[in-house]
């Protein structure tokens, strides 16, 4: 019989399945199948039985798909439609915000500075105990309600006004980015995580290319852009994937379909806007890995 030999590629190779294991069982078991009878319940009509219980099926077609974008409407009496485009321009703004602060961040907490354990908790404090716990102790602290009211910032203010007048900047664009502004501490809250990645990111960069940049006499300017950037773009796309599916997970749409599910108990239409939600997401991963691809190979 012939000898197996255990090479360099294979042992990778199974050290990689090792690895990935624990994801893969996961996914077969709580996402897999659950996917496979969601698609299964978007094309019946799911009803409860009167006499033996237990759900019962009847082959609908797309007639879920129709109708959620025909005559169902959401809880706040919006089109289907509306939703889904709202949510995306949402996130198109809100993803590119969240990346930039997340970055801006890290890189003031990995500097070097008295008392920078210090602002690292503070700066950490509201993810850790909540964005409703600090809220409450702003509120309890000034003794007023203000922090927990709707106006910020930018609220009302002359502000807007100029940035809509002499910017360009078109309405439906400007007031996502200034409702962020607003609520800044919702913004530190969402930006936590991906700080959290970025920080280990920088300091696994090796100062050496720190060194060699200021020997050569690079700027601050350049040498974020040609040794911070390219070490941690791989991080970059990372963070931007993660922060559309969180944005997602917390969006309207993943309300309607509980609300569709459990509260109006229909089940197939709400199982077919699931599917629909599903397909959406991967379409912008899909377009946010294709722009970032272009960009890691310019840095390689």
Do not use: C
């Amino acid at each position: 019989m012939k000898k197996f030999r255990m090479t360099r590629a294979r042992r990778r190779t199974l050290y990689g399945l090792l690895f990935l294991s624990p994801f893969l069982i996961g996914f077969l078991m709580f996402f897999a199948m659950p996917l496979i009878r969601t698609i299964f319940y978007s094309f019946n009509e799911v009803s409860v039985g009167e006499t033996t219980g237990g759900m019962q099926f009847a082959p609908n077609g797309v007639k879920n798909y129709v109708d959620l974008f025909t005559t169902e409407v959401t809880t706040k009496a919006g089109t289907m439609l509306e939703l889904f485009v709202n949510q995306n321009v949402n996130m198109l703004i809100s993803v590119p915000l969240i990346t930039v602060f997340a970055l801006f961040m890290a890189l003031l907490a990995n500097r070097k500075f008295k008392g920078r354990a210090l602002v690292r908790m503070i700066f950490f404090l509201p993810i850790i105990l909540g964005l409703a716990v600090v809220t409450d102790m702003l509120t309890m602290t000034t003794g007023s309600d203000t922090v927990q009211s709707s106006g910020g910032l930018f609220s009302e203010s002359i502000v807007s006004v100029l940035l809509n007048n002499y910017t360009g900047i078109p309405v439906r664009v400007l007031n996502p980015i200034m409702q962020y502004v607003d609520n800044i501490f919702e913004l530190i809250s969402q930006a936590g995580v991906q700080t959290l990645i970025y920080l280990t990111a920088l300091q696994s960069i090796s100062p050496s290319l720190y060194e060699v940049a200021r020997i050569e006499g690079a700027t601050t300017y350049e040498t974020f852009w040609k040794v911070t950037i390219p070490s941690i773009i791989h991080i970059v796309m990372f963070v931007v994937v993660y922060t559309v599916v969180e944005q997602f997970l917390q969006s309207q749409i993943a309300e309607e379909v509980y609300s569709f599910a459990f509260e109006q108990n229909k089940i197939g239409v709400g199982s077919a806007l699931s599917v629909v939600y599903i397909i959406n997401v991967m379409a912008i991963l899909g377009i946010v890995l294709l722009i970032f691809r272009k960009a890691v190979k310019r840095y390689e």
